[in-house]
């Protein structure tokens, strides 16, 4: 019988010939699946699940049938991640990423699961389809207590971590993984930007409980599009937060695309993914594509290995898939369980943020009057009754000028959300402001009882900023606080080491008169009260 520290091995063994350093993108799947094929029962469990997974999608399709008017439900999982950082390394360097960059990635999942318009999920790929999968950070932590989702533990082994090495990674922090999404953040996996174990590998696994989830190595997660006042620390090609898009299709039980064969007899159990072989890497040329095993390669979705700026694909036999294994095994079916979205903290109400407003069938009700961001804000309108509005517009109107409408669509018992980054005057469904300043802002719905609304006051604050830059002599730092504060700057260089620091009190600006340095690239942070800013700046010759 191979042992759990058999299986550590034969990872390691599979992984002998990678560096630390992957000029492509390497996922840790098939490395985690030939390991767990060594493992005693490992293949007869597998494919005892499997087989009865196969047997229900075929029950599950003849019943969805039955109602062609079925609309897919909408499934949200809560979330945590780990930020699993080395000991002595700085905020937001190395693997101790910033709570904005994980928040960041977490707005990609959902803009690439849900195909969000205006986003770089969006496609128009004739198989590609909305999953109506969304995820959550966690607002109650296991014993109910707020939390933001992100848990920062000190751990010396995040600087290689050695894939398959996962009790002792997961041990240090973990939350119940049949409750939550938990994904893990070291500095670095040693031959892998990320992995995951698939909903089928898991199932009659008696370690599933303390190894299911995605691990992603820290450079990988996050997306420079959702940069505000800093600098994420990201890698140059897989920069726009795909790794865990990636990793997460892999938790819901989706292969790659090519099967995992380099000869187009692979198989990833979808019908819409056509035939491919083995891995691909880069960017194809725009519009033409490899054409292997009679077909062209589908290299936008994101269960191949291309770019991140090239990825925005999950096929509809992709979401069945997902959506069968959210259905048919037990513990990914808890996750979005209504009960542990209450308590999670990701049911409706608290899901939506300080920022939002819900629509009701017959009222509206506002769920915060007054909001203070330091970027555009957008506001999402969310159809929270049981039955829907159905072919109502929903107007939208700032300073009493309209700005367009949107159709909603009969939900089917499900709330129908509306989400977006589009431009002010668009009919995209959310509201954005150009210019900082207070606006007053009016929603309406013209239901049956007549047209509700709702009105905001938004005070859109002006993002912070640096310049010149490349500089000099002075630096400016230009802020819009509340009133003002106790600042702390410091200058850093690209070793992440600690050059000067100074105190200020100021609402608005901070000079840098002098930086006695040579002309290199810095990173110049400016913290105060709970808040933090990092910029990137250049000294010019």
Known sequence: MISFR???????????????????????????????????????????????????????????????NMQPALYRIPVVVHILFPPDSLYGMGGHLTLEQVRSNIEV?????????????????????????????????????PTQGVVYVPYAGSVSHTMGNDRPMKDVSRWPTDRY????????????????????????NPERPYVDGVVVAARYMGSRDKQVGQTFWLDDTYEFGRTLTH????????????????DCTGDDWVADTPPCSGSFFGCPPNPSRPVQCGF???????????????MSVYTAGQSTRMHNALNFFTFRQQLWDSTNLVATGCDDQKFLGADSLILERDTVELSSLLMLVHESPVVRVVNASFQGVYQHPVDFEINSRPLGSLLTYQNFGVPTR???????????????????GIYRMRIASQTRRGPPFVEAIVRVKAPAS???????????????????QVLNW??????????????????????LTTVPFPPAAYLLRVNWANQSLTFRVVKAP
Do not use: K
Request: proline share 4%; glycine share 10%; aromatic share 12%.
């Open 181 to 204: 999404l938990n994904i893990w953040v070291v500095q670095q996996i040693s031959g892998a930007l990320g992995y995951s174990f698939l909903a089928e590998w898991m199932d009659g």
């Open 247 to 262: 990793e997460v299709g892999h938790y819901l039980n989706l292969w790659h695309i090519w099967g995992d064969a380099n």
């Open 466 to 484: 640096v310049y010149p830059n490349p500089f000099n002599g002075e630096i400016v730092v230009v802020l819009d606080l509340d009133s003002p």
């Open 109 to 145: 999942l959902n803009e690439d699961f849900r195909r969000i318009l205006g986003s770089r999920g969006y496609n128009q790929h004739p198989v590609g389809s909305d999953s109506r999968i969304e995820f959550c950070l966690a607002t109650l932590d296991p014993s109910g207590a």
């Open 418 to 436: 509306f989400d977006g980054r589009a431009a002010s005057g668009t009919r995209s469904g959310s509201l954005t402001f150009d210019a900082p």
């Open 296 to 310: 062209p390669r589908q290299t936008e979705n994101y269960m191949d290995y291309t770019d991140d700026a090239c």
């Open 6 to 68: 058999g299986f550590i091995w034969g990872i390691c063994c599979l992984l002998l010939s990678s560096g630390p350093t992957l000029a492509q993108r390497q996922c840790g799947h098939e490395a985690l699946f030939n390991a767990l094929l060594q493992q005693d029962g490992f293949y007869d469990r597998w494919n005892h699940s499997r087989m009865r997974l196969q047997r229900w999608e075929v029950d599950r399709v003849g019943h969805l049938a039955a109602d062609s």
């Open 490 to 511: 410091q200058l850093f260089n690209s070793l992440g080491q600690l050059l000067a620091e100074e105190q200020v009190y100021t609402q608005s600006a901070i000079r």
